[in-house]
């Protein structure tokens, strides 16, 4: 599978809900960088990111656009992430059922095939703001 393709299929997973299989397309020791957060390093770390995820967010990823160096080595995503806070995660806002439209990227490694590193990026303040939350 190309770049390309992994890294769609890796959204296409997240959108179904499939963790399993996206966590097949990871390195065993992926690097996952959290957004104004620290690198966590890991598939089994990975998990975990993606319960506390599911127990506390509702997220669709819609408009993805990929964009891949040419020797398929690197690659980014924009996209625009639909999401229902669900259970209070903590440290942020009490979460009500708020519902919020949020742009975002991410950049990937691709190391033999898998996804080596993640890292995400939103505006942290723009989704307070649409939770209703302060900072």
Not at 1 to 11: D, P, R
Not at 36 to 45: H, L, V, Y
Not at 102 to 120: M, S
Request: glycine residues 10%; charged residues 25%.
């Amino acid at each position: 599978m190309n770049t390309s393709n992994l890294i769609a299929a890796y959204y296409d997973a997240f959108n179904r809900g499939d963790r399993e299989a996206m966590l097949s397309m990871l390195t065993d020791d992926v690097a996952h960088d959290l957004n104004q957060g620290a690198r966590e390093t890991g598939r089994d770390a990975f998990r975990a990111f993606l319960q506390r995820m599911d127990r506390c967010y509702g997220e669709q990823l819609r408009d993805i656009v990929v964009m891949v160096s040419a020797d398929g080595l690197r690659a980014g995503a924009e996209y625009v992430v639909h999401g229902e806070y669900k259970v209070t995660d903590e440290g942020l806002p009490e979460a009500e059922g708020q519902r919020y439209v949020l742009p975002g990227g991410a950049f990937f490694d691709v190391r033999d095939g898998k996804i080596a590193r993640v890292t995400n990026y939103y505006n942290l303040d723009d989704w307070i703001a649409q939770v209703g939350g302060n900072r």
